[in-house]
């Protein structure tokens, strides 16, 4: 069954430091990867998003993150966070053979120390 | 706008009642999707409805009921609550075009004593 699995429940980093949140998934082709963040008290909102090409792919607020077939990861970077980073940050995968259905890995809650 | 909306955003419910949990959006949106989230788990896909067609997850298949009785409104029933039905539910929402690209609410917080 496919799966997505963030290893990492909780980090801790320093303003200004760098930032690699891991996810690894488990599907026999290549799906379409997510991230999704959650700020306190509001809805989960879209990061960034991967379907095919540049393994590389930018979202907002300079994430970005890094598609390896290889390693069937899509690891999460950025490199000098904020304490506005602050939150709950989930991978995500949807299907080829039904992109209606994305499936979450349990997020991971990043504090970042001011 | 990109706002969905859940109500109510709080719900105590007693253990064999039933309850009852709205969404809407307002982006003309063909898909509407309802997540259960429970602490330190994944949010677990319970039901999504492509226009009007409902699909449902064959784990939860009896345990949820949806309806959808315009584009814009979709809700969730549990016929009769148990302990384990406690948990925050997500609504979200999604233009079947843009794959994964999904627009949540705040959530329902539900708990059943």
């Known amino acids: 069954a496919q799966s997505v699995t963030q290893p990492d429940a909780r980090v801790t980093v320093s303003e200004g430091a760098s930032l690699q949140l891991r996810c690894k998934y488990s599907?026999?082709?290549?799906?379409?990867l997510f991230w999704y963040v959650q700020y306190p008290r509001q809805g989960l909102q879209l990061l960034l998003k991967?379907?095919?090409?540049?393994?590389v792919v930018q979202g907002v607020n300079s994430f970005e993150a890094e598609f390896s077939k290889s390693n069937s990861s899509f690891h999460l970077q950025k490199a000098s966070v904020h304490w506005s980073d602050s939150a709950v940050y989930f991978c995500a995968l949807s299907l080829v053979t039904n992109a209606y259905k994305v499936i979450f890995g349990k997020g991971t809650h990043l504090h970042v120390l001011p | 706008d990109t706002t969905v909306k859940q109500n109510p955003r709080y719900k105590l419910a007693r253990v064999g009642k039933p309850v009852n949990l709205i969404c809407s959006q307002t982006?003309?949106?063909?898909?509407m999707y309802w997540y259960q989230k429970k602490p330190n788990q994944a949010p677990k896909l319970l039901l999504f409805y492509y226009d009007k067609i409902l699909n449902r997850e064959a784990d939860t298949f009896e345990k949820f009921q949806s309806s959808r009785p315009n584009n814009s409104f979709c809700s969730l029933y549990i016929g009769s609550a148990g302990l384990e039905y406690s948990a925050m539910y997500l609504c979200?929402?999604?233009?079947?075009?843009?794959?994964?690209?999904?627009?949540f609410g705040e959530g329902s917080k539900l708990t059943v004593l």
């Open positions: 979200a929402s999604s233009r079947s075009q843009i794959t994964g690209q999904l627009y």
């Open positions: 991967y379907y095919s090409g540049d393994p």
């Open positions: 982006m003309n949106h063909d898909t």
């Open positions: 599907y026999s082709a290549t799906p379409y």
